[in-house]
């Protein structure tokens, strides 16, 4: 048998340079050195590749055509492979099918890792975790809450704390369990006893789709449909995933709602954990039995809608008014001079009272979010809360109390935790300043995330929820929480407020006190803490009929009553001593 010598040429070429990129098989590219040139070819050639293709040469035959075709497959393949040696390494690219730019990149992919430790700071290892797999290139995008869990296996020890996150990764299964081993030796664990006590675990529970099957790594986790501490982190962050491939139609919800219930140890169900500071007891949105925590107020201004001046000396009180129509660009310096001693031992005997009444929290406010008063610059509203917090913090007697911030200002807030604040407490959710999320991610601080629409001056006037209050306040404060988590804030350091008052008027806020256990079963916010703050808000006055806020004392207690049944975590109150007694007769009836 014998080819033209045109056809072979012609076949030659097209293996070359022409050959069809949609092929379903993988397509292997020479790309040429960025300096050299690539020969250039005349229509006719093309021609001729297009005519050989509808005609080949000696197609008298069937047995004819199929050997020719046999060769052609030959006689492309084996040029490509000629062509392909001939090129410099560097500029050969492998792609299978996409733009050269998606074959340049590495490919990302998706996993997920089991969190656990019950040595030492356990939240606070587990965040170190997190910190070095970002620091490594596994990015951390998304966690669970964090579960306080029994021990299984091997009893005696202390309680875990458990959670997962989802990352994304370069890294193939094996190189990944490697970097995580590598954390966990750097961050000094020891292994004596399997499943024993352990500063910091770190678990690959599911790579993509795949399966592996190694004898240093099993992927999905040969133990988890058996551990409730796993599902649970897991059902929060994809729930409707299949675990076995070979059984898609089971999804990681079905395996925690088969989970058998508890026969020993604790029979309480497991519950989330929100840390609030190092030395304080955290919260347990979940357990039935939890103490309400009560957050006084302490207002360090001269215009707040029922406080107003009342923590400053009378002089205090002046400069204070006096110096908020500073511009934003003045600093420290140019205010007025260091709090005087009169001030901060004004300030000093009212926190003692806070403290000594019951409050567990202290929210500190040196910006007024009633309707109408005036914005004031962030150096003013930093020489009014700086003293407080580093007051509050210089008290022995405050060892166990968590400072709360009440600012909507990304400075303010860095500042004051920086100052010693334990949580930054923002009636937008970051809506008021785009810098807000992402620096409470880096400060890694507790964050209240407070639901309002528009502005302290504009949301009076946005109070219509045509599809319900309950439902689009839900969904707005899930929006809230999706960004907070996408700025990079972990979910176990969320806490959510309805705010009540702010968007809201007349019976709309007790809707809110009526419908607080849907709230907090609203998917999507399912183990997530709540703060209540109703302390004599207008609507207690207008029902009461009392027009004087300090004098609402009676309507608040309703009130704070009606929040701890609802399941709140932490009530926010003016009257301490009043509310803590409250507190503790309401939780008497409804925890336990």
């Not at 020993?264 to 309400?292: I, K, M, N, Y």
């Not at 949580?423 to 810098?435: E, R, W």
Request: one cysteine or more; aromatic letters at 6%.
């Amino acid at each position: 048998m014998s080819f033209s010598r045109s056809s072979l040429r012609a076949w030659s070429l097209y293996s070359r340079y022409a050959r069809p990129s949609s092929s379903l098989t993988t397509n292997i590219c020479a790309i040429a050195a960025r300096n050299s040139t690539k020969p250039t070819y005349s229509t006719h050639i093309t021609r001729t590749i297009e005519t050989s293709l509808k005609s080949p040469p000696l197609a008298s035959s069937r047995l004819q055509w199929r050997s020719y075709a046999r060769f052609k497959r030959y006689t492309m393949d084996q040029a490509l492979v000629n062509d392909l040696k001939s090129q410099p390494r560097d500029d050969l690219l492998f792609r299978n099918g996409g733009s050269d730019t998606e074959a340049s990149m590495p490919k990302t992919r998706t996993a997920y890792i089991a969190l656990g430790s019950n040595l030492g700071d356990r939240v606070a290892m587990i965040e170190q975790a997190c910190r070095e797999m970002d620091a490594r290139g596994i990015r951390v995008k998304r966690t669970s809450s964090l579960w306080e869990t029994e021990p299984m296996y091997v009893l005696d020890q202390d309680r875990f704390v458990n959670g997962a996150c989802e990352v994304e990764t370069e890294l193939d299964p094996l190189p990944l369990l490697d970097a995580l081993q590598d954390i966990e030796k750097a961050m000094g664990r020891k292994k004596i006893i399997d499943k024993g006590p352990r500063n910091i675990d770190l678990d690959v529970l599911l790579y993509e789709n795949e399966t592996v099957s190694h004898p240093r790594l099993q992927v999905p986790h040969p133990l988890i449909a058996e551990r409730e501490f796993v599902l649970r982190p897991l059902a929060e962050l994809i729930p409707h995933r299949a675990l076995d491939a070979k059984r898609p139609w089971k999804l990681v919800q079905d395996y925690l709602n088969e989970l058998p219930p508890p026969t020993s140890g604790s029979l309480e169900p497991l519950s989330t954990l929100t840390p609030l500071r190092a030395a304080v007891t955290p919260l347990h949105a979940l357990r039935s039995a939890r103490s309400t925590q009560v957050m006084a107020i302490l207002n360090v201004t001269p215009d707040s809608f029922s406080d107003g001046g009342l923590h400053l000396p009378s002089s205090e009180t002046r400069v204070q008014t006096e110096t908020s129509q500073v511009t934003e660009t003045d600093d420290l310096s140019s205010l007025s001079s260091p709090p005087s001693p009169a001030y901060l031992a004004s300030l000093r005997s009212t926190i003692q009272h806070f403290i000594a009444s019951g409050a567990t929290l202290i929210d500190v406010g040196g910006q007024s979010t009633a309707p109408g008063a005036p914005e004031v610059s962030v150096s003013e509203e930093l020489s009014r809360v700086l003293p407080a917090i580093q007051l509050i913090r210089s008290m022995p007697e405050a060892a166990h109390v968590s400072i709360s911030v009440d600012t909507y200002r990304a400075a303010v807030a860095e500042a004051s935790v920086a100052a010693g604040a334990d949580i930054v407490n923002d009636v937008s959710a970051g809506l008021l300043d785009d810098a807000m999320l992402p620096t409470v991610a880096r400060l890694g601080c507790t964050v209240c995330l407070m639901h309002m629409r528009g502005t302290p001056a504009t949301m009076s006037r946005m109070n219509e929820y045509p599809d319900g209050l309950i439902p689009t306040l839900a969904e707005e404060l899930r929006e809230r929480v999706a960004a907070a988590e996408d700025a990079g804030i972990r979910r176990w350091r969320i806490v959510l407020d309805p705010g009540m008052g702010f968007a809201k008027v007349g019976d709309q806020n007790l809707e809110i006190l009526r419908h607080m256990p849907e709230l907090r079963r609203w998917p999507g916010l399912e183990g997530l803490p709540w703060l209540l703050g109703s302390s004599r808000k207008s609507f207690v006055g207008k029902i009461t009929g009392v027009s004087n806020p300090g004098d609402r004392s009676y309507g608040t207690a309703a009130t704070v009553a009606a929040a701890v049944q609802g399941g709140a975590d932490i009530v926010r109150v003016h009257d301490v001593l009043e509310m803590a007694q409250v507190v503790k007769m309401a939780d008497a009836i409804f925890r336990y």
